[in-house]
C-alpha cells in the first residue's frame, strides 16, 4: 500500500472509511451501475446517427463507425438493420438506462436513510449517556442542529 505522507489526507481517508465502511458493497454496486449507465446512454445516443443515415440515405450503406458497428450487431444477431430495428433498439436502451438510474436512486437513498438514523440514534444515545455537567456547558440547540443540519450534510457526502 502506497503510505500517504500528508495527514489530512489520511485523516479523511479514516473517517470516510469508519462512517462509510460498511456501505462498501452498495458502493461498488452504485459505480458498476453507473457505469453500465453511462455506456448505455453513450450508445443510445450514437445509435440516433446510425437511425439518422438509414432515414436519410436508405439506399446507401452508412460508412461510419458507429454505424458499421451496429450494423454488425444486428447481422450478428441476425437481424436486418433499417429503422425500425433501430428505434426498437435505441428505446430498449434508453428504458435499461431508466431502469438502472431508478436502481440507483433506490440504493443511494437506502444507503443515506440507514446512515442518518444510525448516525442519529448513535448521537442521541451518546448525549443521554452524556454527564450532566459537560451538557449544561454546550450551547443551546447544539443537539438539534446536529441531528437536523450535520447528519444530513454526512449523509450527502457519500
Known sequence: MIFIKDKRINSIINLSRQAFGKYKLQI????????????????????LIPLFSYAINKDKAATDFISRSIEKFF???SLEANVNTLLIFIIILFIGRAVIS???????????ADYEEKTRQNVFKTILMANWPYLLKQKLGYLETVLIVDVPAGAVLL
Not at 28 to 47: D, K, R
Not at 102 to 112: G, S
Request: proline share 0%; aromatic share 6%.
Open 75 to 77: 447481422t450478428s444477431l
Open 102 to 112: 431508478v436502481i440507483l436512486n433506490y440504493i443511494k437513498m437506502r444507503i443515506e
Open 28 to 47: 461498488i454496486v452504485l459505480t458498476i451501475l453507473g457505469f453500465l449507465s453511462g455506456i448505455l446512454e453513450g450508445i443510445g445516443v450514437n445509435a
